[in-house]
């Protein structure tokens, strides 16, 4: 079973400044979708990003971004300029491709701090 | 724009007690999924659907059902609700098996006391 590992539960950074969040995974899968997902104090999720295991290019999302290493199974978000609207968990996901079902990871709580 | 549409948003349930919790969706979306989501956790798969009248079990399906008679709706039911099924529930779809992502409702927050 694949399995989906955020090791910082708690993260802070200052207003506009960059912070990374972490995500492993396990996973014997060649083909796969990575994503990450938002949830302010709303509940809401929220699509943050999403990457296809088998494009090597990582992917950006305005001040969101990520590095994909699939040998290493990693996935870390990098928030750019953050704003104090980041506040939320971020949690990161795991699909593989023409699956049927989504894993998360425990999540981490980010704290934009003005 | 309704995406999909969760009710009730906040329930409180007594031991012993029975509920079903709504889901539908307008999005034509084959696959539907229910999570839970306890403090401070993750999201764990209850059940899901491929389509209607198709359903399976997740990670944690015990002290649930679901039915799915239509492609627009995936109730879940509580049998016998306990305090540890306290938590918040997320219905969610996605348009069918490569489409990746997942569209989520608000939320149900549901107590047993």
């Known amino acids: 079973a694949q399995t989906v590992t955020q090791s910082q539960p708690e993260m802070s950074v200052q207003e506009a400044e960059t912070v990374t969040l972490s995500c492993t995974y396990d996973?014997?899968?060649?083909?796969?979708?990575l994503f990450w997902y938002k949830q302010p104090p709303s509940r809401q999720m929220i699509l943050v990003i999403r990457?296809?295991?088998?494009?090597?290019q990582n992917a950006t999302e305005n001040r969101f971004s990520v590095n994909f290493q699939k040998a290493a199974k990693s996935f870390s978000l990098k928030i750019s300029d953050s704003q104090l609207g980041d506040t939320a968990m971020y949690f990161c996901?795991?699909?593989?491709?023409?699956?049927?079902?989504?894993?998360f990871g425990a999540g981490t709580r980010l704290t934009v701090k003005p | 724009n309704a995406g999909v549409t969760q009710t009730p948003k906040f329930r409180i349930l007594k031991i012993g007690q029975s509920m079903t919790l709504q889901c539908t969706q307008d999005?034509?979306?084959?696959?539907m999924y229910w999570y839970r989501q306890d403090p401070g956790m993750g999201l764990k798969l209850i059940y899901y659907?491929?389509?209607?009248?198709?359903?399976d079990k997740g990670e944690v399906p015990n002290g649930y059902n679901v039915s799915r008679s239509t492609t627009e709706d995936f109730p879940l039911r509580l049998e016998l609700a306990a305090p540890s099924q306290t938590s918040v529930y997320f219905c969610?779809?996605?348009?069918?098996?490569?489409?990746?992502?997942?569209?989520f409702g608000e939320g149900s927050r549901l107590t047993v006391l």
């Open positions: 996973t014997s899968e060649n083909n796969y979708y």
């Open positions: 659907s491929v389509g209607a009248g198709i359903t």
């Open positions: 969610a779809s996605r348009q069918g098996a490569t489409s990746g992502e997942l569209f």
């Open positions: 990457q296809e295991a088998y494009k090597q």
């Open positions: 996901a795991f699909m593989k491709y023409i699956q049927d079902d989504m894993r």
């Open positions: 999005m034509n979306h084959n696959y």
